[in-house]
């Protein structure tokens, strides 16, 4: 078979593969592109590990007995393999006896983004095409980065843009910014994942020229390593889910100081009076102050003050990370950072005004001309529902249950079965004992998956689905200026099929094939897709390479933008004829549309309001567990591919570990109400005292006592959402203890 090396493309970035003999056996970042070696350099290990799944398997008893089995031996019994045909009548039966029996809305869709960088084979458009044409089902609504502002957001400026899409770009905060303040950081391993991948990993090189050129850098953290390193920046370290406070203190001092820009606020915004009145006590009777918030915070004042020095004159850019967002009333702290922005009267600025996401992944702030990478189109889902994709496990539990989201009312379907293809729920979801418990409920769990992942070991049916390299695709994000071909590396392993073609199957058997698939093969499909960024192109007078030409190449640079993005420019420069998409076409410092639904959890403008769980409800020996992303993993995927020689490590304070014996390196038990799990303790010098750090991606290994054993936080995290607004995640609203792990404990394990 000989050698081989061609490019493609993964979320962690763009890579060259050498194949030998129909193994990959080396894969390298794409030179120049400033992928992470060790990241591309797993992928050999990923798609050849041993817990790839080779063939479909059965749950032995759902085999026996089916729907009849019950769910309390899923992750516990053994999976029997079976052949195709077999495993997709199944499948097929399930889902017609579903609909027939008790309507599509028991049938639940179950997805998450992140299974491939190609836009063809991307599992959630593709289980969704499926089950709509199949007849409908229960979608997922939102995600866990910003599930918040995403709700928020389009109440404030119109739309969700400034999250998912829009950034004002690093250039012009290298040419025109004097200070940028960065909420929740700028931390690099972030950096090193885009969502739909990147062929340049630019942000060092736009920090360190904003730097270089005198930018004056603040990051709002309880982590020293949200830092970027080299970067002299000014740390301030507030308590976790704190920073909302500050904001509001900021833009009070705005107000009093007599730096509100008066102007802009009069002719971009709408509500700020009632704003003002809260901001000065006129309304509730508290004044924001800065030692109100320095008493929230627990940030020394001075060190306030020093932050309102910086920003009240010159050039400001204000960011957030999408992490401030997922916390109890998570909506609060974008909505807040707008709100200072506007005081501030820089929005739509070069350098100024706010955006979301520099600290959160890569790309954000990149100049690209967006448009040039083709999308999947879904299916109506007119016969189905969606509901919040935090709230699943509740849903699975409380049939016909009501709950307030957005403006309506939502009530849970009785999902009688499950169709899971891309994410792991066991990984991304909060509260994994009470995910536990509602898996054992629905009748029927069908799961694509090319690992046995913990969700793939708790299905009754797992249909083995290949990986990127094994399948041909277009690959690329619109925040990043290029545009990958992603041609098939080498042949599925095992019996392993793509989803695509899983699905052609199925719909061939329920009569839908051609809904489904529209008469189209993965070729034809692609070619299609590229009439896409064709279309574009002539719209926009670029030239754009014909299909072949672009697939030969494998790999096309899009023509950068004629003007560097500025979130909100064309809105600054003409609000009349650019109104925002609000009922007002302005800026919305207060909401009549949120004060109509009657929300205490979400009120009608910025607000600080506690959370339920964080350091100023904390008793003397709880700690704030703030989980982040794993610093060589995406999520949990990349796991399997590296050597674990004990749990996850949990970074603590030194102070916090004198005072509960730990030593570094101990294997330490976290806990609280939700569950227990094991870690390992690294002790953190610049850490704040009273906070935990720990990263999620460990796979859900629960022992005979429950105790998680390879260091999954998210079985602490809890499950309640940030208001009945968003219903999004609050993972970073969490309270844990800690202690030693008794040595006679591991030895029994």
Known sequence: MGTSARTSLTHWGAFSATVVDGRLEKAEPLAGSG??????????????????????????????????????????????PVDWDQALDIVASELIRVHVDHGPKSVFGGSYGWSSAGRFHHARTQVRRFLAAAGGFTDQVSNYSWGAAHAILPHVLGSADAVSRAATAWETIASDSDAVVAFGGLNPKNWRVTSGGAGHHHMPEFVAKAAARGVKFVIVSPLADDVPPGLEATLIRPRPNSDTAIMLALAHEAIVSGRADRAFLDRYTTGFEALADYLTGKSDGTPKTLDWAADISGVEVTELRRLWETIRQGRVMLSAAWALQRADHGEQSFWALIALASVLGQIGLPGGGFCFGYGSMNAVGASARGGYVPAMRGLPNSRGMGIPVAAFADAFLSPGKEIAFNGRTVRYPDVRLVYWAGGNPFHHAQDLRKVEEAWRRPETIIVHEPWWTPTARRADIVLPATTTLERNDIGGTSRDPHVFAMPRLIDPVGEARDDFAIFRDLSERLGCRQTFDEGMDEAAWLRRLWTQTEARGAEEGINVPDFETFWRDGVWNVPGPDEPEVILSDFRADPENNALATPSGLIELHSPTIAGFGYDDCPPHPSWIEPEEWL????????????????????????????????????????????????????????????????????????????????????????????????????????RRTSRLGQACAALSALVRIERFRASDEEEH
């Open 616 to 719: 100023g409800r904390a008793d003397a020996d709880e700690l704030h567990l703030v989980t982040n992303q794993p610093a060589k993993q995406l999520h949990s995927q990349l796991y399997q591919a590296q050597p674990h020689s004990g749990p996850t490590e949990v970074r603590i304070s030194p102070a916090d570990a004198e005072a509960r014996g730990i030593s570094n390196g101990d294997r330490v038990r976290l806990w609280n109400v939700r569950g227990a799990c094991l870690a390992t303790a690294q002790i953190d010098e610049t850490l704040r005292a009273g906070v935990l750090v720990m990263p999620t991606g460990a796979w859900f290994e629960p022992g005979p006592d429950g105790t998680e054993w390879n260091g999954n936080p998210n079985v602490l995290t809890s499950s």
């Open 35 to 80: 992928a992470d070696p060790d990241m591309i350099g797993a992928l050999p290990a990923l798609v050849h590990s041993p817990q790839r799944i080779d063939r479909p398997h059965v749950r032995r008893s759902y085999l026996d007995a089916g729907r009849h089995a019950g769910g309390a031996g899923r992750g516990r019994e053994e999976m029997v």
